[in-house]
């Protein structure tokens, strides 16, 4: 039961640590189409895209460290939770978390679709009209992604606080 809770523990701190760093992802989104907008006015006296281009790389960087955060957490939840939660739980909370461990496979698929984005916005192949709307749409897209990992992580964190709450209740019985 303690390597349980500790797990619990790591796991809720986890979900902290990510909402902070997806929101900074979401505010190098936005500063990429910003760095954009003010490399455009200057334009007309500074060719070339190289402000843009740093964003987008400080953008593609953290998307690649996000993901492989996201995916150690999801695994240590995919496995040592679900073992934690099939041991202690009752039929509800498993079943509650079978069904969020299901969203991972989405979240994985936004953060790769995310990367792409990126990868189209920096090939440097796109009108200027049509980056224009692509930056558009990766920022509205990335902050969609931000709102469904936040929500996920919150219903995740009732879940954790329930068994947690249990946990702790049968250590003080055993005592």
């Not at 953060?111 to 930056?135: F, M, P, T, Y």
């Not at 920022?139 to 964190?157: D, F, M, N, V, W």
């Amino acid at each position: 039961m303690k390597e349980a809770l500790a797990l619990i523990k790591k796991i809720i701190e986890e979900h902290k640590i990510i909402i902070r760093g997806v929101q900074t992802l979401e505010q190098v989104a936005n500063d990429a189409e910003a760095i954009e907008g003010m490399e455009k006015a200057k334009e007309a006296f500074i060719p070339g895209r190289f402000e843009q281009k740093r964003g987008l790389q400080k953008l593609q960087e953290m998307l690649q460290t996000t993901e492989q955060g996201l995916q150690a957490h999801f695994n240590r939840e995919e496995t040592a939770l679900l073992t934690a939660f099939e041991k202690y739980g009752d039929k509800e909370l498993k079943s509650a978390l079978r069904t969020l461990l299901i969203e991972h496979e989405g979240i994985r698929d936004r953060l790769a679709h995310s990367g792409k984005h990126v990868v189209e916005l920096s090939s440097g192949g796109l009108s200027g009209h049509v980056w224009d709307e692509r930056a558009h749409d990766m920022r509205a897209y990335i902050s969609h992604t931000r709102k469904l990992l936040e929500a996920h992580a919150e219903i995740e964190q009732e879940l954790l606080r329930e068994l947690q709450d249990r946990l702790r209740e049968k250590m003080k019985e055993n005592d």
